[in-house]
């Protein structure tokens, strides 16, 4: 009985994660905090693909709530692997520069690339992936125990 518990109010927590993402639209957008999509700052088109994709996502939770997990795990490793690479892209940016010319580094570029917003996103992101990872397990082997 934990257990089922459990499993549900994982997937219940992946889903309002997405059901909260015009929250994030609204902090982004009109007081300038990206905390959801921070690897995509620079592309403000894939940006906001990014966040109708997100939408979607919400919507088909709601819709389909039997699959959420599943949803939610795909886009998390989504958002996921573009922040990866776009931090590991701007990490190699700086081990470049100060190979070249380490005098001559532009420490504000470092600094910049290192926001409060990244750190964010990455911890919450690296958070409902994990969380989604399990409760998506558990809900395909379910799944499979009915059939």
């Known amino acids: 009985m934990r257990e089922a518990a459990d499993i549900n109010f994982r997937s219940s927590l992946a889903r309002w994660?997405?059901?909260i993402t015009p929250?994030?639209?609204v902090l982004d957008y009109f007081c300038?905090?990206?905390?959801r999509i921070a690897a995509l700052d620079s592309m403000p088109t894939y940006k906001n693909l990014y966040y109708?994709?997100?939408v979607l996502c919400g919507v088909s939770m709601f819709i389909i709530s039997r699959y959420s997990a599943v949803v939610a795990l795909f886009e998390s490793i989504i958002n996921f692997m573009?922040?990866?690479f776009g931090i590991f892209s701007q990490y190699s940016q700086i081990v470049t520069t100060f190979m070249d010319d380490v005098l001559g580094a532009d420490f504000k570029a470092i600094e910049d690339s290192l926001?409060?917003?990244s750190i964010a996103n990455l911890a919450i992101v690296g958070f409902c992936l994990i969380l989604t990872f399990r409760a998506s397990i558990d809900t395909i082997a379910e799944s499979?125990?009915?059939n």
Do not use: H, P
């Not at 300038?32 to 905390?35: K, S």
């Open 52 to 54: 109708g994709f997100c």
């Open 115 to 117: 926001r409060i917003e």
């Open 82 to 84: 573009m922040l990866v």
């Open 144 to 146: 499979f125990e009915s």
């Open 17 to 19: 994660y997405f059901y």
């Open 32 to 35: 300038g905090l990206n905390v």
């Open 23 to 25: 929250l994030f639209i």
